[in-house]
């Protein structure tokens, strides 16, 4: 049984700084690239950043280039979007996401790519 588990939200000031995390458990972690959306009130699901399965090639939306960084401990089968200067417009539910195939060479950015999710952790800019 695949299971990941998100943590790490609160509410932070603009400027400010968060690490997200997700553990994932139940399935071969270093074979899948593995990825970060964000969903905000009365919004689609929208693409934030993947790390490949080789932990080399990474992708961000262009909102967040610059600002927020994905990497991924497969010792710990966990992880990671560091974000920094967070501004209100990055309010959203934050969910990780692990990828439907096994080695893939492409990183994609749809959801309906994405076979497991986890919960959602809670992030919140205030101005």
């Known amino acids: 049984q695949v299971q990941l588990v998100e943590s790490g939200g609160r509410l932070v000031q603009a400027g400010g700084s968060l690490r997200l995390s997700c553990a994932a458990s139940g399935l071969p972690f270093t074979t899948h690239t593995m990825a970060w959306f964000r969903q905000a009130p009365g919004k689609e699901r929208e693409f934030v950043a993947a790390i490949s399965w080789s932990g080399g090639p990474r992708n961000y939306v262009d909102a967040v280039k610059g600002r927020f960084t994905i990497f991924r401990d497969n010792d710990k089968n966990t992880v990671y979007l560091q974000m920094n200067s967070l501004q209100p417009e990055d309010t959203a539910v934050y969910y990780c996401?692990?990828?439907?195939?096994?080695?893939?060479?492409?990183?994609?950015?749809?959801?309906?790519?994405?076979?497991?999710w986890g919960q959602g952790t809670q992030v919140t800019v205030s101005s």
């Open positions: 996401a692990v990828d439907q195939s096994r080695f893939a060479s492409n990183i994609y950015l749809s959801p309906s790519d994405y076979e497991y």
